[in-house]
């Protein structure tokens, strides 16, 4: 992995703990993450306008990819109804590199090294770290099944995608078609769950669902555009340093304490990402 893709991929990890702290801001979060979901819509529509067409053999990767996305925000969201965003955003994040790699010995062709899978042990050491604080801390355990549903869905999209962003020949494009669909397969299955009502009539909530979409599309762009030019598994991998970042913004933003367990997992989650650079 050349130096600037591993830059980008860092950048896309902010923007990511970003957009998940902007739903997590919400009263509503199912309904800021539908807003979030309607927004995407008209984004992948204008970067299709843009962009060249995908192959046609995309297609069903589009579609496998928005179903999956569906599964990842349903639980993402109903998690972060039950807990702080530095508790379930490491579990939600964190367990997916391990599945992928785990997978990918099976199902992909990327050469990995045995140096970048100690990076990976280690960045899933610091993430279990980071998320024991469940059970020592006393918080909210039923947290914990949306979380890993949330973490599964994750590691199923993040293989999905990278197939897909090769087979499409324009990763651009492939992305913003992933966009389409998920939005609206989100946006239609909350409806038929929950009803109209489940969209929020505010203003500063759209607003917010707006801004924390536009940040989704640049983290979501720059990580497919990287597993095109670099192993997945250690893509995926590296962009889970999204969870360090997701900490300060609890930490910083939300008030969330920062204690010496978090700290420490926060060192183990760097030095893993060093390894993957070496």
Known sequence: MSLFVFLAVLGAAFLHALWNALIKLGTSKVGGMVILSIVEVPIGLCVVAVSPPIDPAAVPWVIAAGCTHFCYKFFLSYAYDRGDLSRVYPIARGAAPMIVTLVGLFVLSDAVTAMEYAGIAVLALGILLMARGVFASGENRRLLPFALGSAVATATYTMIDGMGARVSGSPAAYVAWVFVADGTFFTV?????????????????????????????????????????????????????????????????FGEKMTGEKAVAAAVIVAGVMLTRL
């Open 189 to 253: 299955g909350m409806v038929a769950l929950r009803g109209w009502d489940v969209i929020p009539r505010v203003w500063p909530a759209w607003r917010m669902g707006a801004l924390a979409s536009a940040a989704s599309y640049g983290a979501y762009a720059v990580s497919i555009w990287a597993m095109t030019f670099a192993p997945i598994a250690v893509v995926a991998a590296l962009r889970e340093t999204s969870i360090l970042f997701a900490v300060l913004i609890g930490w910083l933003a």
